[in-house]
């Protein structure tokens, strides 16, 4: 090689050649003997000069000319070898371009890993990855402190030969994480690690990961607690598992501590009571922490009606006195109606559940827009894997349908499709629904789960399901194993899972009411169900085959609808999907007269807005009290509300700005449920 023009293009081909094994730089040359390139060639030790000429050898394979002198690339282009190649200015100064580009690049990629490594090196965590050959591919400065290996003699080393006692292999080989579980090192250190599998984009396991924290320190300290937290730690597990609701406020009467049974009973949450007065809570008459704290003397026996849902309770509250000083009060409220209450719920979701056998298929989702064919073709593609498939669409959209589908092609379609909907079954007892119940070795109810076994369990609604049981749902589809209420004994079961929802998870997620993990292990086939508003052209067949549907049920022979018919239901946006389109054909059909083989546009019509019709104004009866009228009013609202939602109580809820649980409550008040 030899380059012509020693710039800062001859000095960066310069050093781009000099770090290729197979290429020899010959000579640089240049008129300016400070040039970049002359000063680089005399710290490499690489000839230079003022001449190229006098380098024009036969051996000479290629000249780059860097110049950019139109003069100088002729005359080398007469005077070069015939076997030696010359590269002109344009194509070097594209070369030099991108090495440039190049360079740019690599120094973004090496101080991003550079950040990277720094905020690794910072955390107290060690942290250690390795491939799937059980190699160390990562190794952080935390790691290499607790172990006592340096990071560059830990990587590439098998992690069995750094840490003989490790389960990383193990969790590698079976793909089931392992979290918070006990190790201690060669050197005697304790710590507590999790270990995960690693799984690229496209599923395929490619190492497993670990993070682990220093034990030493943490449990000398907890050595050096006092006797006062363990009291302090016996008080709260005991006012925790009262199953009477326990209240304290301060010295000024404001809300400072309340039980998980308070909630329960009142259907008030912390927030709504904590730093507030104590009147918060009280539905009818005066506050008993009040009245404490002006006597400083106990109240017992106080029947009263607390919270949203007007519990029926008796309250008995007592002064907090230090040193002759009153510092607050507690109260102590026992619901006398909860006994009753529980069992009546109880029968209501015993009433609520139903185990349903599949028995639909492909065959009945109908449409030919591209939206649907989507939808179908990808919940075909999950019928066939056990992977756990996430429906995603608005209420009415046809997800059981869809789940049922999936079931019905899959290799499971011989054994139980059990459907819950979650925002249907009251949450406290959802727990035990679902996983069982026993009382010792004693299964007191087996739960789903266990029912669905083989099977395929749908859960509808998902986003209501409480914290607690995402947690053990989450725990079963990462380890294949269920905990029965009550139990502490492991059961394993085989059920193929199918959820849905019609709400935002991603909001539930930032409102902290969804776990963000269980999102993540749900959304690993998610399939978005089209609204009817996006897929009107459809609407004509899915009118035709609902006809046949409710011919059976009314005993009728209506074999079509007119085109003003049609026409009319094409105009509307649906916001009821294809349940809400039933519900008019099936009042349309209720309008007609039976002997009637077509659908007209007036009963049509009549149907589509029978709901927007305004109510005649009612005369106010003089037997009634302001307080019957207003249960009325909350009654009828939360009728409408109901129907509105198509009988989904979490949207009920959403809709009206209240708890779910206080939902219940109003349902049960007012028969509604």
């Known amino acids: 090689m030899l380059i012509v023009g020693a710039g800062t293009g001859g000095s960066i081909i310069l050093d781009l050649l000099e770090n290729l094994d197979f290429m020899h730089v010959e000579a640089i040359i240049d008129t300016d003997q400070n040039a970049p390139g002359i000063l680089r060639a005399k710290q490499l030790g690489i000839l230079y000069g003022d001449d190229w000429k006098t380098y024009l050898t036969s051996d000479l394979h290629i000249i780059f000319d860097v110049t950019n002198d139109p003069l100088v690339f002729a005359e080398l282009l007469a005077a070069r070898p015939a076997n030696t190649v010359l590269i002109p200015g344009s194509i070097a100064n594209l070369i030099i371009r991108l090495l440039e580009e190049n360079d740019t690049y690599f120094q973004r990629i090496r101080t991003e890993v550079h950040k990277q490594r720094m905020i690794f090196d910072s955390v107290e965590e060690g942290m250690i990855g390795i491939n799937e050959k059980g190699c160390i591919d990562f190794f952080n400065k935390r790691a290499s402190e607790m172990i006592g290996i340096t990071i560059e003699d830990a990587v590439g080393k098998k992690i069995t030969d750094v840490i003989p006692t490790t389960k990383l292999p193990h969790v590698y080989n079976t793909g089931v994480a392992e979290v918070n579980k006990a190790l201690i090192l060669g050197n005697g250190i304790e710590i507590i690690t999790s270990r995960l599998p690693l799984f690229d984009d496209k599923g395929k396991k490619v190492g497993a990961f670990a993070v682990f ?10 050595e050096e607690v006092t006797d006062l937290k363990k009291v302090r730690t016996m ?8 199953d009477d609701a326990i209240s304290v406020v301060d010295e000024n009467g404001y809300g400072i501590f309340v039980n998980p049974a308070y909630t329960r009973i009142t259907g008030l949450t912390e927030d709504e009571v904590i730093g507030k007065p104590a009147t918060a809570d009280i539905s009818e008459g005066e506050s008993i922490h009040m009245k404490v704290l002006e006597t400083k003397k106990a109240v017992r026996g106080v029947n009263m009606f607390l919270g949203e849902n007007k519990s029926d309770v008796i309250v008995n509250v007592a002064p907090i006195i230090v040193d002759d000083e009153i510092r607050g009060s507690v109260g102590v409220i026992h619901d006398i109606t909860e006994m009753r ?7 209501q979701a015993r009433t609520i ?10 065959e009945d989702i109908y449409g030919e827009s591209t939206n649907i064919r989507l939808s179908i073709d990808q919940a075909r593609l999950a019928t066939q894997n056990d992977f756990s498939v996430l429906l995603r669409g608005e209420a009415g959209t046809g997800k059981e349908l869809f789940a049922n589908a999936i079931h019905s092609e899959g290799n499971r379609k011989f054994n139980k499709f059990i459907r819950v909907n979650c925002s249907a079954m009251h949450p406290e007892t959802l727990e035990a629904e679902l996983f069982g119940k026993y009382d010792g070795n004693n299964p007191i109810e087996n739960g789903l789960f266990i029912e669905a076994d083989q099977g395929t369990l749908f859960l509808d609604e998902i986003v209501d399901l409480p914290i607690v049981v995402q947690q053990k749902l989450l725990h079963y589809l990462q380890t294949g194993v269920i905990y029965p209420l009550g139990s502490e004994v492991p059961m394993q079961v085989d059920v193929r899972l199918i959820t849905a929802t019609s709400q935002n998870l991603e909001q539930a997620i930032h409102k902290k009411v969804f776990m963000e993990e269980l999102y993540y292990v749900l959304n690993r086939i998610s399939i978005q169900i089209p609204p009817l508003r996006t897929r009107k052209e459809d609407i004509t067949v899915i009118v035709k085959h609902l006809l046949v549907k409710l011919n059976e049920e009314f005993g009728m022979n209506v074999e079509k609808i007119t085109k003003e018919s049609e026409a009319l239901l094409l105009q509307y946006d649906w916001p009821g999907n294809i349940r809400e389109l039933e519900n008019v054909l099936n009042r349309a059909m209720i309008y007609m007269p039976q002997s009637e083989i077509i659908l007209d546009v007036e009963e049509v019509s009549k149907s589509l807005f029978s709901t927007h ?10 037997e009634n009290t302001l307080a019957s009228m207003m249960d009325n009013h909350e009654k009828s609202i939360l009728k409408k509300a109901l129907h509105e939602s198509e009988g989904n109580k979490a949207l009920t809820a959403n809709r009206l700005g209240i708890s779910l649980r206080s939902l219940y409550y109003k349902l049960e008040k007012f028969n509604l449920d």
């Open 341 to 347: 209450s529980l069992m009546n719920e109880l029968d």
């Open 213 to 222: 924290k220093d034990m030493t320190e943490v449990l000398k300290l907890a």
């Open 235 to 242: 008080l709260e597990a005991i006012i925790y598992s009262s």
């Open 613 to 622: 019709r305004k109510q005649q104004p009612s005369i106010l009866s003089e």
């Open 353 to 362: 559940i139903r185990k349903l056998e599949s028995t639909y298929t492909f």
